[in-house]
């Protein structure tokens, strides 16, 4: 197929940069696709503004997207790009501090013009004075080339240049050894009704890769073997995307029609969006007035019998705190999604961060507690928006299901599931009166199961269960309003105690050679960099311990112990130490946090450093 | 029989009985906790009272609350309920609603529940046009929290939290809905059951939002706040009775009318035989004359005050066009298939 | 000379320069971050392009902000800012407005910031007249999080929420404002830079809760929403200018009018030399013919849309009232004694 | 005055107990004034149903008032009362349980009809049945003699008997040698418009003082010594109004004029009320549309340089959370006042309880820390407020007082302080710009003071320092909107560091033998009960020491110090331990939880057991 030169690679990192309007996540999206579906195993990064579309060739306005790809199982986007693709002045000077000496920069000429150039500070032009002396500079035209080949479709100029993203892909895939045939199926199909624009942008694909094959700046192209990985079907998926497959997955599990009410929020938006076209599932998707109408909605479909959830943001979650703790006196099963993201406040709407776990632990009056899960990788949502269905469903109490920014948009290959193996999820309808006496038969909405403390759920339409739920403290068994003193005691004990006795998975702890004496534990999307930290570590000699818990509230009943097994545990956490004080609070274990609230997902390397430092202080 | 031939669409779908029912059976075992001489008994009177009538199963009515005295309701139907928080019924009654289109839902609210913190949330249910009926119990006072003054309370009230009085022009609920886009828009008063009840069966009938105005007597903190609209000597003076497809005139010997003043083109008393007297029309397309006649009532005397069906129009509910929705989906793509839908995009097979 | 004198009460008690301010000294440092071409920009123009002619000392204005595209605005202005959260501008802007009356207090909000989040807080700031200008960026869609359907977007709209069209009928802004008893309520477009100072003045003339609904083109997620109000080949068919004080007339030519059917009673088309076209009276007490104008709009296709100030009424602020009442208080008791204040009530002394 | 037997008491414990409509709440109030003005140390506990007049003669239905009076210096409004008056049986039954045996219950004969007492359950009357034989029982017909009292009124049979209650204060004032001349120009002031009702009732209170002294059935007074005080002036005082008194001296205190933005609420709803009464003070009270408007509202007066004040209770708290996020981020003075109530959800509207803890802390997105204070009793609410208001301001940053219905509604002796001497709270708005380079001098909105680290404070209507303040993260020093990692980090690290440093009075040990084992720690409204078991401990021989906790967040500097000065910790909450949680994880103490949710006070007894319990132990 070419002539040129392959070098064989373990793995790469490549960052596409541009502005947010040059179609960078699109670039990414499509290099990941057929990346995945050439085997390698992968994990990807993108990162936007808030803006929507800052102005053009600003910093604030840099929109990129990384992309990690290896022959081997790997856990994070990666910590420094081997290559960055930089489409105009901006993207480099925002990205350039991340890159090792030695990566190539592959930049777009065309924009590095004096005027764009000034408008990020430089003051010379970077491609030509030498400063990059460190790098492999590719500087290419790839607006003019990209017009060039698209001069036949009679296009604008602006219509034409839209399509250097393809360009740039054409030619990444020509040195990675990736396909474009999918991408030419997908151009093909997105643009169905727009034949010129179709074809332009399949034309540019194909001449970058042309490009790439001709030319002899490009002198060697790179081979990455597909990853070793257990047979099975596999796509890559994204965290908001296995979530929403979750839900409508638990939905089937639980024989409950599902009723997402949400109100968009980034980073949570496209779990409503995923949902919407779900419709054929009975999924139900209702965009509310406000996040507190959202999560009421939600409820209101949980007491008709629907499976309710409602998606949302860490802004989104103290709105619905009142009526979280609603759920809470009502006993019905709900979920809460909360993808967190940047704060406090409004904060960095549109990065990751994992500082809500006190908020979903503690946001409401009074004692009201609800279990919370959270997912350790974009694939993982699938399997824990089923666990969180199941504990809502089991034990009629609302769920917090802890996502983030990093899970949500981040994407890994995951192997498809068997749809027969799924767990199915009794949602158990009270059909029949349950306290009898003497003359008659009752429905008592709070008489409960003594196994798991869970309340029957008789919906509307149950002909002789009638009865009435509120706010208001309920008498145990009747559910009458009582403001018995002891009964408000034992209400408030039962209510925990339920949640105490949740039943979750214990904890696992991976500690290869069983002579570890520091663990380092996490929660939610540290996953990956902990484990890759771990590893490092481990390549370096330590014997480290690595733990990770999905299940926040309760915790498994093991974990007491294990942390007591170890000298030393370590916690990285994406928050000043959230996990850390409860912990602590629990087990009296002086838990060392390793904390970062940058808005973005540790590096392994970092992680490596500073767990292989804890391990040398034993 | 289906309740759309019945003539009340609204309940199309509400499986129905064909055992008759009783007003007790409409009670529930729970002790009523008003203060003794408060409204809120008459309305749940007349609730309990004509339920029956409609002859649906009673397992498949419910009724949602807020919080405030008005709220209390649920409790006191035996039928299923929900005693929610404040101002979120018509939120939760959304989800409800859309969701279980067997369901005839009631939500119960006063004028603080309603349009001081859940005033939003009724004005998306009431332009959704969700199919549930709403009562709205106007004191004109917060009762539950000991008597401050309410979106609805007139101007300069001296209250607990206003003792030099209170210093904003109160809503017209009425005028409000009208301006959300309502489909059914309703006024009536405690103690009158009759009116009441009528108004409730066209509430009932109505497929969408019905808002219903209940006049209600707070006797503890706003003892007759609607004196003038009760006593035998001013009623008939202030009180204008809607009919649609009726003139509209009042006084005890219907000696007032109503018209459109020809100049300023806003609605000003006349004479009963007035030939210009306009006539009621509740099913006008354009809820534009309906607005003016929630505007004739003084919002502090209470003069000219209209009762009865302002405004009662056919639009497709939100919950009936969810659901189509979801047939159509089912209908063109054919039912859910999960294990299609998680091989769905780019796949591939390590063997 | 005082704000009032100079026919502007609404800005009366906030101090005033002799020095003559220009454009770039409304501009903050910031650079401008919305999408190239988005009608936000225009907006901000003419914002900065009048304010100078005010004359009012510029660090006595405060711009406030929720959520959303338009609500970055206070970033660029060279005034003092808030940029809240989302939908509670109204609410924070109140405190700020009713503490403060020497300050010029603005509002900046989105359709999906002002009418859905944050419906509840619009409508009780309309009701309670607080002194602000409130300016409602309508684009019909949500900019910022990537182009949902919003509370004013056309029925069956397809977005990436509602993919097989979105089921609510939308707000009339207009007509939910008159609703909540609004004093002041104008629409203007974001591109007809004359109309909408013109509208912006009368706006910050107004005393009171002064609502300005601007179409602003979204050309991101809702581009060309307003086209054929824009279009010259359309516009002058479909756009209906309200003058107060003059004939209700539109075309090209003015050869269509808007006169009062007799029998309906509603407002319709009529030709513009029709004897019944009415005339616009936008200080009419009673707010049902500016109703009626604000019903005349299609809220699909935008035909028959009328801009200009539909409503502008007198009633007093609520800030003033909260200030009269301080001052009557301390005139009738004296100043605050804490002292006196503390002794009050049963004491007894130990020696 | 008298010829009966006087007899000398130390303290006594009444109850007053009738239907909601029944007046007992100003029963209470006028017996506890004229108690006050007398001079014995007091302390009260009103209780009353959710309901606003729940059905006649009910259980539901029945009002309490219950008032501790002494001749030294007491903690509680007492466990268990002496004298019982039960207007009903409704009020005989519900009440019954809490009295010990030999008390003395004063019953209206009037009410207690065959009907009336069916409707309780009562198949016998008790006062007849001889079930009440181990109580002192006084079977007094108290409607009919104030009815008889009133003939010459001409009021009707309704009218007559609601002055009932009246006749039963002046019985209670006759035995217990109260004045009544308090409450007769009380009453001539509140019915001045109403004659026939003003004299009605003076006649009631009057002739229930004769009765007592000519009765046979009254054979003996009490006689309780005025209390031992430090000299001053004195007033009864509740926990609403001191604190609203507390936030009026603020606003003096600070010259800034005081903002309430509030929606009603019990039992927060009176701070709002008495606030409406003072606007000679400059205090402008708003009552919003809901919670969110509220404190939307003070935050916007306090941009524009008022004190911003909410109160609310814990449903509020969570409708609020949003917005003191964005408080915590504007770095603005605000005072949110949690008067918290039981939960969870509506829960227990009208009873106390300490849970709102955690919520407070934690209830927001992200992280977002605020100092937090507590009041120790009704009249210490009065400091407090005046410490949220010096902490707000100092540190521009939003404050949590918790205080709860129990301090809200119950009222003690409080030494009136000089007004001369209260601290000044020092608003130091900026005036000029702070950022001077070469050619300019700018002003920067987040360039901290080095010491407070609090951010330049400075208002609209000040030329030259406009600026704009956001949501979105923000540069250090410039404030403009900042999306970078690095500063983003800093950012949540300093406005933790902010909190963290708040200058908090030390925390103070009650350790009189200087030898105990023991510590018993509490917060806010345990106060008295904690002291008031603690005395009985020690009167029984235990060394025990206690310590109270006013400052939350930060903790005093010393706390950990004195935590591990005792081998045990006893901390009694009105919770399931949720200021035990915290200390456990910030100094990996073990301390022994003692927790009761039942909407009301500890009782000094149980907490006594329990003192000598653990002490026992060690
Ligand atoms: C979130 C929240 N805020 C405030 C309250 C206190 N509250 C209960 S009912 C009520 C107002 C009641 O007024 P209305 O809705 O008119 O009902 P009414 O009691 O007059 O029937 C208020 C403010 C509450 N329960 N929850
Ligand atoms: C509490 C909360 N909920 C949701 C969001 C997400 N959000 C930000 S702006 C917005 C809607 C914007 O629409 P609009 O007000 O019309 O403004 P536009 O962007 O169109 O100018 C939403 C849903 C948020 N920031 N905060
Ligand atoms: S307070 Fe008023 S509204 Fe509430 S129950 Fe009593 S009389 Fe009825
Ligand atoms: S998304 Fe739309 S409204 Fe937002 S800045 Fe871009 S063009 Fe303007
Ligand atoms: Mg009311
Ligand atoms: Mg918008």
């Known amino acids: 197929m070419t002539a040129k030169e392959v070098r064989e690679l373990d793995r790469v990192v490549i960052r596409f940069a541009g502005d947010s309007g ?22 990807t990064l993108p990162n936007f503004p808030a803006e929507i579309r800052a102005p053009a060739g600003t910093l604030p306005g840099v929109s990129s997207f990384q992309l990690h790809f290896a022959d081997h199982d790997i856990l994070t986007p990666g910590d420094a790009p081997d290559v960055l693709v930089a489409m105009n002045p901006a993207a480099l000077k925002a990205n350039l501090a991340d890159l090792p000496k030695g990566a190539t920069i592959i930049a777009d000429t065309a924009e590095f013009t004096s005027r764009a150039l000034k408008k990020v500070g430089y003051t010379s032009n970077p491609l030509e004075d030498g400063s990059l002396a460190s790098y492999k500079v590719h500087a290419v035209d790839l607006t003019g080339m990209t017009m060039k080949a698209l001069e036949p479709f009679g296009l604008s100029r602006k219509e034409a240049s839209r399509s250097k993203n393809m360009f740039a892909l054409g030619l990444l895939s020509w040195m990675y050894g990736r396909s474009i045939d999918g991408t030419v199926t997908f151009l093909q199909s997105k643009f169905a009704t727009k034949a010129a624009i179709r074809d332009a942008n399949i034309s540019a694909v194909k001449a970058g890769w042309n490009y790439g094959e001709t030319t002899e700046d490009f002198a060697v192209s790179y081979q990455i073997k597909p990853a070793p990985t ?41 779990i409503l969006h995923e949902m919407s076209k779900h419709k054929k599932f009975g999924v139900r998707t209702f965009q509310a007035e406000d996040e507190i109408a959202g999560v009421g909605a939600a409820l209101g479909a949980s007491f008709g019998g629907s499976l309710g959830v409602t998606t949302t943001s860490g802004p989104g979650v103290a709105l619905k705190s009142e009526t979280v703790g609603l759920a809470v006196a009502l006993e019905l099963p709900l979920i809460i999604v909360d993808v967190q993201r940047g704060g406090p406040s409004t904060g960095l709407p549109t990065k990751t961060e994992q500082a809500d776990l006190l908020q979903a632990m503690f946001g409401r009056n009074s004692e009201a507690p609800t279990p919370i899960v959270a997912p350790a990788s974009p ?27 990093y899970l949500a948009n981040g994407s890994e290959p995951w192997a498809i599931p068997d749809v027969e193996t799924l767990p199915t999820i009794d949602p158990g309808f009270a059909t029949e009166p349950n306290h009898h006496s003497d003359d008659s038969a009752e429905f008592w909405p709070y008489l409960r199961d003594p196994q798991t403390l869970a309340r029957p759920w008789a919906i509307p339409g149950t002909a002789g269960l009638e009865h009435r739920v509120g706010g208001l403290e309920k008498a145990d068994g009747t559910g009458n309003v009582s403001y018995d003193p002891t009964n408000h005691d ?104 390793y904390n970062q609230v940058r808005g973005l997902p540790f590096k392994a390397e970092e992680l490596a450093d500073i767990i292989m430092k804890e391990d040398d202080q034993l | 029989m289906t309740a759309t031939e019945l003539g009340m669409p609204g309940l199309d779908g509400v499986p129905t009985t064909d055992v008759a029912q009783t007003k007790k059976e409409f009670s529930s075992d729970q002790e009523v906790r008003w203060c003794p001489g408060c409204g809120d008994y008459a309305v749940l009177a007349a609730v309990q009272g004509f339920l029956p009538d409609l002859g649906l199963a009673r397992e498949n009515i419910v009724f949602i609350s807020g919080i405030g005295c008005a ?47 859940g005033g939003n949330h009724l004005m998306h249910a009431l332009r959704r046009n969700v199919n549930m009926t709403i009562l709205l119990f106007n004191n004109r006072i917060y009762g539950l929290t000991k008597g401050q003054y309410s979106p609805t309370s007139e101007q300069g009230k001296i209250t607990k939290s206003t003792p030099m009085g209170s210093l904003d022009a ?84 219907a000696e007032h009318g109503i018209r459109r003043n020809p100049n300023t083109a806003g609605l000003e008393v006349c004479g009963g035989d007035d030939p210009a007297v306009v006539v009621h029309d509740a099913q006008a397309p354009d809820p534009s004359r309906a607005f003016a006649l929630s505007r004739l009532a003084d919002p502090g005397t209470l003069a000219r005050t209209p009762i009865g069906i302002f405004r009662q129009v056919e639009r497709p509910t939100y919950g009936d066009l969810m659901n189509d929705q979801v047939d159509q989906a089912v209908a063109t793509q054919g039912p859910g298939d999960l294990a299609g839908l998680l091989h769905g995009g780019d796949t591939w097979t390590v063997e």
């Open chain 1, 230 to 270: 257990p047979p099975g079907t596999y796509r890559n998926i994204t965290g908001n995307t296995a979530l929403s497959y979750g839900l409508v997955a638990a939905s089937r599990q639980s024989s409950l029609p599902l009723f997402l009410g949400s109100y968009p929020i980034t980073p949570a938006s496209d």
């Open chain 1, 379 to 405: 694939a993982d949502c699938f399997e824990m928006a089923l666990e969180a269905a199941r504990i809502a469903v089991t034990y009629r109490t609302p769920v917090f299901l802890l996502s983030d920014g």
């Open chain 1, 22 to 43: 040059d179609g960078m996540q699109l670039t990414g999206d499509r290099f990941t696709a057929e990346t995945a579906s050439f085997g390698n195993d992968l994990s």
């Open chain 2, 71 to 117: 709220a209390r309701f649920p409790y006191y139907m035996n039928t299923y309920g929900l005693h929610s928080i404040h101002g979120r019924a018509p939120a939760i009654a959304t989800g409800l609603a859309a969701s279980r289109p067997d369901l005839s839902v009631w939500v119960v609210t006063g004028d603080g529940d309603a349009l001081s913190i």
């Open chain 2, 170 to 253: 109160p809503f017209n609920p009425i005028s409000l809905a009208l301006g959300a886009e309502a489909t059914f828009v309703a006024r009536t008063i405690d103690s009158d059951r009759a009116h009441l009840t009528s108004v409730l069966h066209a509430a009932a009938a109505h497929r969408g939002t019905s808002l219903v105005e209940i006049y209600q007597n707070c006797n503890i903190f706003n003892d007759g706040a609607f004196e003038i609209l009760k006593n035998r000597d001013t009623r008939e003076e202030v009180l204008i009775r809607l009919e649609h497809g009726e003139p509209v005139r009042f006084g005890a010997n």
């Open chain 1, 490 to 593: 034992y209400m408030v004990r039962t209510r925990q105690a339920k949640v105490d006795g949740v039943d979750v998975p214990d904890l696992e702890v991976d500690d290869p050679t069983g002579d570890a004496r520091l663990l380092v534990l996490g929660w939610g999307s540290t996953y990956g960099p902990i484990g890759a930290g771990v590893r490092r570590a481990r390549r370096a000699g330590h014997s480290v311990a690595q733990a990770h818990l999905r299940y926040l509230n309760p915790l498994p009943a093991n974990t007491g112990e294990i942390l007591h097994r170890y000298e030393r545990v370590l916690l990285p956490e994406m928050n000043l130490g959230q996990l850390a004080m409860l912990l602590r609070a629990r087990y009296l274990i002086d838990i060392i946090g």
